[in-house]
């Protein structure tokens, strides 16, 4: 049986992946924070799709909760054959109004976790001689934005890195760089939405599809939209003071939405 073990898995685009996984057959372990949810979910895919769907309740702000999903993802008996990171947040103000404390938890989600998480998957993945991992970044890694664009930044230069030093390996390893998708992160972080033009949005369902065509193909980095890699091009001729300023404010009206 194909297993798959997402983080971040209730919501947004770490749902997506476990709908779409599912409806192909994959055993499921899903992680999050909330329990309640996440076996509600877990019930809803059986369901629906008639797979298996265990849970691990985790925070990845917690050193204990980056430990538990490394122990599952270590059970050489019930391997893991794809890891999607998708756990992470943004926090609610620009960089000095936001508490250090708050920022080093990004950091740890963002990074720590994606590091340890990643390293026990594709240490047994390498053993076995297949295997995938995918690491949920953003288009913001290109742009300055603070601590969240730093940290995408940082997980998708590791994730291509990682990518290279296992290639012939059997392990394929993508950074997933989506733009603005329809999910709770906005919401979460406390941030309006309504200085984000409709095309800027993208289909969580549509993102999740690219990706594992991406990740099929044996590609490193995926972004899943074609007005996204033409901003990308874009913005290679904008003067860097101009793009800080367009990046450090779109999508970052914080208050009502």
């Known amino acids: 049986m194909t297993t798959a073990l997402i983080t971040g898995a209730t919501a947004g685009i770490g749902a997506a992946f476990a709908r779409r996984l599912a409806s192909s057959g994959y055993h499921l372990v899903l992680a999050a924070r909330d329990t309640e949810r996440l076996w509600r979910e877990a019930t809803e895919l059986h369901d629906r799709h008639g797979v298996e769907a265990?849970?691990?309740?985790?925070?990845?702000?917690?050193?204990?909760?980056?430990?538990?999903v490394e122990e599952r993802l270590r059970d050489t008996a019930h391997p893991v054959d794809l890891l999607v990171n998708n756990a992470g947040f943004g926090n609610k103000g620009r960089y000095l109004e936001v508490g250090l404390a708050d920022e080093l938890a990004m950091l740890r989600v963002h990074c720590e976790a994606v590091l340890r998480l990643t390293s026990a998957a594709t240490a047994s993945m390498r053993e076995r001689g297949r295997g995938g991992v995918v690491n949920v970044a953003s288009v913001a890694a290109f742009f300055p934005r603070g601590t969240y664009?730093?940290?995408?930044?940082?997980?998708?230069?590791?994730?291509?890195?990682?990518?290279?030093?296992?290639?012939?390996?059997?392990?394929r390893l993508l950074a997933l760089c989506p733009g603005f998708v329809r999910t709770e992160f906005h919401e979460r972080a406390g941030m309006g939405t309504g200085n984000i033009p409709r095309?800027?949005?993208?289909?969580?369902?549509?993102?999740?599809?690219?990706?594992?065509?991406?990740l099929a193909r044996g590609r490193s980095l995926s972004?899943?939209?074609?007005?996204?890699?033409?901003?990308?091009?874009?913005?290679?001729?904008?003067?860097?003071?101009?793009?800080?300023?367009?990046?450090?404010?779109?999508?970052?009206k914080f208050g009502p939405q």
């Open 149 to 171: 664009g730093a940290s995408k930044a940082w997980v998708t230069q590791f994730t291509q890195g990682a990518a290279k030093d296992l290639a012939g390996q059997g392990v």
């Open 223 to 252: 972004i899943p939209d074609p007005r996204y890699k033409a901003l990308l091009g874009a913005s290679r001729l904008i003067p860097q003071g101009v793009l800080g300023r367009v990046s450090s404010t779109t999508g970052r």
């Open 54 to 68: 265990d849970v691990i309740t985790s925070d990845l702000a917690t050193d204990d909760g980056i430990a538990a």
């Open 199 to 214: 095309w800027m949005w993208l289909d969580a369902d549509k993102v999740v599809e690219t990706a594992l065509r991406d």
